[in-house]
């Protein structure tokens, strides 16, 4: 067994949580730990790259043809022109990869035209009826998601133009929808980084004022796109939310001891801080807006923080908080788990991620999730041998190791005799299920034995049948062995009287 003198526990610095460029942002887990800005760099240096490596390889595939026609040209009398179709190749790659180049500020440029008598486009009957948000059958919300961002706008001396921008945004990725998930949220960060440096200029750096407008964008975009921007076909996050579930269900042994979590659940606020908790994670799958899903991350670890507060009497520190978020979302088992954290990490307000709270519990809760896939038994302070029993489902960890039983809860005394006399039935009916298969066998047993000696009976005792009695027997009279029928008297003879 393992030596448990020495506790581990789980601990996570700072510098960890941060953007690994040096940024001094909040990093992310799926952008390898770069924070979103110097992600979206990454990105565009690596694009550009690949542009200028694509160029480079088609200029030396373009010489060695122009060298290629060259030299089987010698020798002719007069030098035929080249066709026009040897440099076609490299003309229309060099169109493609400027359309490529281009693609963004073409892309953003015409959401940003102050163009006011510019024609609709003319859409078809069917795909109108099928992909455009504005079709009849509107979701609720959507709707008042709309009304509410035009009552908010109404305040702004830029508000008409706020709201063309976003609705032909939007009506415009309606179309969109069978792009890549990466391609759709590059999308979209895209349209915030030109709006977020818009509005900089207009309410002069304010940042508050520009963060207020951004959430309420933010809102507005996402509630009309969410249908297809939350776990798109196109990706898998269902089979990581599937993963992440059974693997969660697999670790429903692990106890607060084993986590070194500083939380007293038998303390009735501390408890009722739990419960909070896990219906604040729980409720996260719930919401349209990454902002309202990053506010419902935000309430569950501040609950989490008075829990440790409650417990400690003292505040609760860093080291304190993640093994205790670890342990809220094992005991919650959130649905859709990965599709919400890779829908906020694609779709939201970039500013939002990248520093504040926000930011900062979001950053514990994707370190919280890494954790869950990669946990072990040194984890969890248990040798492999241990880890392995618990997660077959073979044994189970003792549970009022480091409580006694006076100080449990009502509750969990009842949870766990019911588990004990659970453990005892399950016990007794495979003694039961033993006994019945070995009478089973007895009974077969004694059937063969009897069956043998009925055989060798028979065999040993041969069985000998007598002959019918003759017909002569037969037809003797019913009297005959009478020896008394000669002392009879004669029989009576009827006689005739006169009258």
Avoid at 120 to 148: F, G, I, N
Wanted: with cysteine; aromatic share 8%; proline share 6%.
């Amino acid at each position: 067994m393992t030596h448990r003198s020495e506790r581990r526990g789980i601990h996570v610095d700072q510098s960890e949580l941060l953007c690994t460029k040096g940024c001094g942002f909040y990093g992310n887990v799926a952008w390898h730990g770069l924070c979103s800005k110097c992600w979206r760099e990454e990105n565009s240096r690596a694009g550009h790259k690949q542009i200028q490596e694509d160029h480079a390889l088609a200029e030396r595939l373009q010489r060695e043809e122009e060298a290629a026609y060259a030299s089987s040209q010698q020798g002719a009398s007069q030098p035929q022109p080249k066709p026009q179709h040897a440099i076609a190749p490299f003309s229309k790659f060099e169109e493609r990869k400027t359309k490529e180049k281009s693609r963004k500020v073409h892309t953003m440029s015409k959401f940003f035209t102050t163009s006011a008598k510019t024609p609709p486009k003319k859409v078809p009957a069917e795909a109108q009826s099928t992909s455009s948000p504005s079709a009849s059958r509107r979701p609720v919300e959507t709707d008042r998601a709309t009304q509410e961002f035009i009552s908010f706008l109404k305040t702004l001396k830029p508000g008409r133009e706020i709201f063309k921008q976003c609705r032909a945004f939007t009506e415009d990725m309606a179309y969109k929808r069978d792009l890549a998930a990466d391609e759709m949220s590059e999308y979209v960060q895209d349209f915030y980084q030109n709006l977020s440096d818009r509005l900089h200029t207009h309410f002069k750096g304010s940042s508050e004022r520009v963060e207020s407008v951004m959430d309420e964008v933010e809102r507005y975009m996402m509630t009309r796109l969410y249908e297809g921007t939350f776990c798109p076909e196109t990706t898998d996050d269902e089979n990581k939310d599937l993963a992440i579930q059974k693997r969660i269900r697999a670790l429903h042994w692990v106890t607060i001891e084993m986590l070194c979590v500083p939380v007293d659940e038998n303390i009735p606020e501390v408890s009722d801080n739990v419960v909070k908790a896990i219906t604040d994670v729980i409720e996260m799958d719930s919401k349209r807006v990454p902002r309202d899903k990053l506010t419902c991350i935000t309430r569950c670890s501040k609950h989490i923080f008075n829990a440790i507060k409650t417990t400690k009497k003292e505040a609760a520190s860093a080291d304190d908080f993640l093994p205790t978020l670890i342990y809220i979302v094992l005991k919650a088992n959130p649905p859709r788990l990965q599709s919400n954290i890779q829908y906020i990490t694609r779709f939201c307000n970039p500013s939002r991620l990248m520093s504040g709270e926000d930011g900062y519990y979001f950053t514990n809760l994707c370190c919280a999730v890494a954790f869950i896939e990669k946990l072990d038994g040194q984890s969890l302070n248990l040798s492999a041998e241990e880890f392995d029993l618990y997660m077959s489902g073979q044994v189970s960890p003792e549970r009022c190791k480091a409580v006694p039983s006076s100080a449990e809860p009502a509750a969990l005394s009842q949870m766990n005799k019911s588990l004990d006399l659970l453990t005892g039935l399950g016990a007794r009916q495979e003694r039961v299920m033993e006994g019945a298969r070995r009478l089973e066998s007895d009974l077969i047993d004694w059937r063969d034995g009897v069956q043998h000696k009925v055989q060798d009976v028979l065999e040993r005792f041969p069985l000998e049948t007598q002959p019918p009695p003759s017909s002569t027997a037969s037809s003797s009279a019913i009297d005959a062995d009478n020896v008394e029928n000669d002392l009879l008297p004669p029989p009576l003879q009827p006689q005739l009287f006169a009258g």
